[in-house]
């Protein structure tokens, strides 16, 4: 079992829509989740990060941190072509400052 | 502008040759890491150190090499012993070592074989 696992996709959705991304996470003592969008050829770039149970808000983004499940999600909301890129999930592992990062999964926003 | 610079963008080794992957951060970081990243593998940290002269290795260090003699630069080396050294590698920094710190990376460095 992979200790971050995303769904490579792609996913779809029409531009306006709500994107719904998921990661599932192994390690119980993982305690920060971040996302990072990575456009195709280019270097991750941070987009949100979460510690604490429940929803946190950033303008067109929501993280969402369950972990009694073991789950983070981001949810994009309205929709744009400019979102089309790879969504990488990471956590860090345990007290050890190490990020882990799932394989991603590419978004694709058809206008 | 703060910020990670990588160079070159692209490098080409030949066989039998190291090569060295500069990294120099102006953001005052104490952590700085190295990854790599192949197709649909994600990323895998290969060294990383939180405070200078002083580095450890990661998951995958096995035919490479790093050195944090100044607190801006982190270079790495890819060794001959490295056997399949193609792939894009990205070098990140972070605020120091205690946890919940986000990562932010540098645009990349490409190598690839001769």
């Known amino acids: 079992q992979k200790e971050v696992e995303q769904n490579s996709g792609p996913l779809s959705v029409p531009e306006g829509a709500i994107a719904s991304l998921n990661c599932t996470y192994s390690?119980?003592?993982?305690?920060?989740f971040f996302w990072y969008r990575q456009y195709s050829g280019k270097s991750p770039e941070l987009i949100m990060f979460?510690?604490?149970?429940g929803d946190k808000e950033d303008g067109r983004f929501t993280a969402q941190l369950n972990k009694a499940s073991q789950y983070v999600s981001l949810l994009i909301r309205d929709s744009q072509p400019s979102d089309s890129a790879t969504y990488l999930c990471?956590?860090?592992?345990?007290?050890?400052?190490?990020?882990?990062f799932g394989t991603g999964t590419l978004l694709a926003v058809q206008p | 502008d703060g910020g990670i610079t990588q160079s070159p963008k692209y490098l080409f080794r030949k066989e039998g040759q190291n090569v060295t992957l500069s990294c120099e951060q102006n953001?005052?970081?104490?952590?700085m890491y190295w990854y790599r990243q192949d197709p649909g593998q994600g990323l895998r940290l290969i060294y990383y150190?939180?405070?200078?002269?002083?580095?450890q290795k990661g998951d995958i260090a096995e035919g490479y090499s790093v050195s944090r003699e100044k607190k801006e630069s982190f270079p790495l080396t890819v060794t001959s012993a490295q056997k399949n050294p193609t792939a894009f590698y990205l070098c990140?920094?972070?605020?120091?070592?205690?946890?919940?710190?986000?990562?932010?990376f540098g645009d990349g460095t490409r190598l690839s074989i001769l």
């Open positions: 990140a920094s972070s605020i120091g070592q205690l946890d919940n710190q986000p990562q932010h």
């Open positions: 390690d119980r003592g993982s305690q920060s």
């Open positions: 979460i510690y604490s149970n």
């Open positions: 990471a956590a860090m592992r345990g007290a050890t400052n190490k990020l882990i």
């Open positions: 953001l005052n970081h104490d952590a």
């Open positions: 150190s939180h405070i200078v002269n002083d580095f």
